[in-house]
């Protein structure tokens, strides 16, 4: 069964009269790897920084194994924190740096040992000990800064965009690093990205932010194929987001054409947002499209050319393994699975 390890309760926090968390809540199961995702100023880093005791509730809870932890320092807390700029100690080398937080536990020398070992195995940085870190290129660097963090053994892993300074070759490795050491050690990763395909590599659960509050929780899957509202459909991968009106159930209109959908519970005639994936657009010729439009612009992507086409002055995106030739006149056509319906209201 799926143990909750870390409960917030209703958090607010404030700087300056400003909400910055308006009254969250979230559940963080033990042992997965949870990616808080949303734009700069979300309230993401907050969100850790509370966790980590960094940060200050004005009013809200925090709980760890059901243990009201609100008012514990950072020290005291099983967690850990590995920051953007990774914070090593220039004057020390790598061995003394993953040992620090053990020395000043007062561990015997034997167990420092053994435990550093360990963690140079994990990060992949053996025979590296006698180093200095400015010797190191930054994806060494942040594997020292994870193995720090880690040497503590802490219950829980706090990641605030650790990645953001290294190339995106380096990233894409780290990423599936970062993934191996959470399965390996079994411990809970929380991590802050504004990083969509980060997030969907890496995560088991992600919590999508905006302005201070939680527009979505689930798997990528869920948050990819499911969105709950064109904010998140649009965050989290590009989309076709259209004026529509919901009819009644499974009847939509948008492009001045009625659609047959397979989403209910709306309000007669309740005007909507229709949410489309450039890939589940087809192309076909315009005598057999829905929505005829004149092809604008092409970029080839490596595995898809990506097309604007305006119709009804709309400038759709339409990815496809075909390309069109621009200027030329295309039809495109959706299933009914594809066509997802969205309240107005959650978007604000």
């Known amino acids: 069964?799926?143990?909750?390890?870390?409960?917030?309760?209703?958090?607010?926090?404030?700087?300056?009269?400003?909400?910055?968390?308006?009254?969250?809540?979230?559940?963080?199961?033990?042992?997965?790897?949870?990616?808080?995702?949303?734009?700069?100023?979300?309230?993401?880093?907050?969100?850790?920084?509370?966790?980590?005791?960094?940060?200050?509730?004005?009013?809200?809870?925090?709980?760890?194994?059901?243990?009201?932890?609100?008012n514990l320092p950072p020290h005291k807390r099983q967690v850990n924190t590995v920051f953007q700029k990774y914070a090593l100690f220039p004057h020390l080398n790598i061995y003394e740096n993953i040992a620090f937080g053990l020395r000043i536990k007062k561990l015997h020398e034997d167990e420092i040992r053994k435990r550093v070992g360990e963690m140079l195995e994990l990060v992949?940085?053996?025979?590296?000990?006698?180093?200095?870190?400015?010797?190191?290129?930054?994806?060494?660097?942040?594997?020292?800064?994870?193995?720090?963090?880690?040497?503590?053994?802490?219950?829980?892993?706090?990641?605030?965009?650790?990645?953001?300074?290294?190339?995106?070759?380096?990233?894409?490795?780290?990423?599936?690093?970062?993934?191996?050491?959470?399965?390996?050690?079994?411990i809970t990763f929380i991590y802050v990205t504004h990083d969509q395909e980060e997030a969907l590599t890496m995560s088991d659960t992600v919590v999508v932010m905006k302005d201070g509050m939680i527009q979505q929780i689930g798997t990528p899957q869920d948050i990819y194929n499911e969105p709950k509202n064109a904010f998140v459909a649009d965050f989290i991968g590009e989309s076709n987001i259209i004026d529509g009106v919901m009819h009644k159930d499974f009847l939509v209109e948008f492009a001045g054409k009625n659609f047959v959908c397979v989403d209910k519970g709306f309000e007669p005639d309740e005007p909507v947002d229709v949410v489309i994936r450039p890939e589940d657009i087809k192309v076909v010729t315009q005598d057999k499209g829905a929505i005829v439009g004149v092809v604008e612009n092409i970029v080839f992507k490596g595995v898809h050319y990506e097309m604007t086409v305006d119709a009804l002055g709309y400038k759709w995106i339409i990815q496809s393994t075909q390309s069109e030739e621009v200027g030329s006149v295309i039809g495109m056509n959706v299933t009914p699975e594809d066509i997802h319906i969205m309240h107005k209201s959650e978007a604000e």
């Open 124 to 186: 992949n940085m053996q025979g590296y000990e006698k180093r200095s870190i400015n010797s190191l290129s930054g994806g060494q660097q942040q594997r020292i800064a994870i193995a720090r963090a880690l040497v503590n053994r802490p219950k829980v892993l706090l990641l605030d965009e650790p990645l953001g300074a290294l190339d995106l070759k380096l990233r894409k490795e780290m990423q599936i690093e970062l993934k191996r050491m959470q399965q390996d050690l079994e």
């Open 1 to 70: 069964m799926e143990n909750t390890i870390i409960s917030l309760r209703n958090a607010v926090v404030e700087y300056d009269g400003e909400k910055i968390l308006k009254n969250i809540s979230l559940d963080i199961i033990d042992k997965q790897f949870v990616t808080l995702l949303g734009p700069s100023g979300c309230g993401k880093t907050t969100t850790l920084r509370i966790i980590g005791g960094f940060a200050e509730m004005a009013s809200g809870e925090l709980f760890f194994n059901g243990v009201n932890i609100k």
